[in-house]
Nanobody, 132 residues
Framework: QVLLVESGGGSVQAGGSLRLSCAAS????????MGWFRQAPGKERERVAT???????TSSFAVEGRFTTSKDNAKNILYLQMNSLKPEDSATYYC??????????????????????????WGQGTQVTVSS
């Protein structure tokens, strides 16, 4: 069982920055597909970024150029650096992880395209509020 705990959310003004962290415990998530999702009230859960088993990162068009995803495998922590925040970025942000198969863990791939329902592990979420 992988436990994911997000932190770093808060309230900022438009143009500000926040860094979210997702600490994983229980298993070494090196090689896992991990991702950031967000959900605003009344809206569907939206994929923000993923990082696959070999560290390849894909971000959504909505955040590309403003948000940066990284992972410290030694610490088992996933990060989301959010810059130039906009009010429309306000949402609850979740991290998710899935072990995938041995090929994916070794060679990557099949991470951005993975459905949200295919991620086995989810954090509890952290709220981000951006005021104009």
């Amino acid at each position: 069982q992988v436990l994911l705990v997000e932190s770093g959310g808060g309230s900022v003004q438009a143009g500000g920055s926040l860094r979210l962290s997702c600490a994983a415990s229980g298993y070494d998530t090196s090689g896992y597909c991990m991702g950031w999702f967000r959900q605003a009230p009344g809206k569907e859960r939206e994929r923000v970024a993923t990082i696959d088993g070999v560290g390849s990162i894909t971000s959504s068009f909505a955040v590309e150029g403003r948000f940066t995803t990284s992972k410290d495998n030694a610490k088992n922590i996933l990060y989301l650096q959010m810059n130039s925040l906009k009010p429309e970025d306000s949402a609850t942000y979740y991290c998710a992880a899935d072990a995938g198969n041995s090929f994916e863990r070794r060679f990557g791939g099949n991470c951005w395209s993975r459905r949200a329902t295919d991620f086995a592990y989810w954090g509890q979420g952290t709220q981000v509020t951006v005021s104009s």
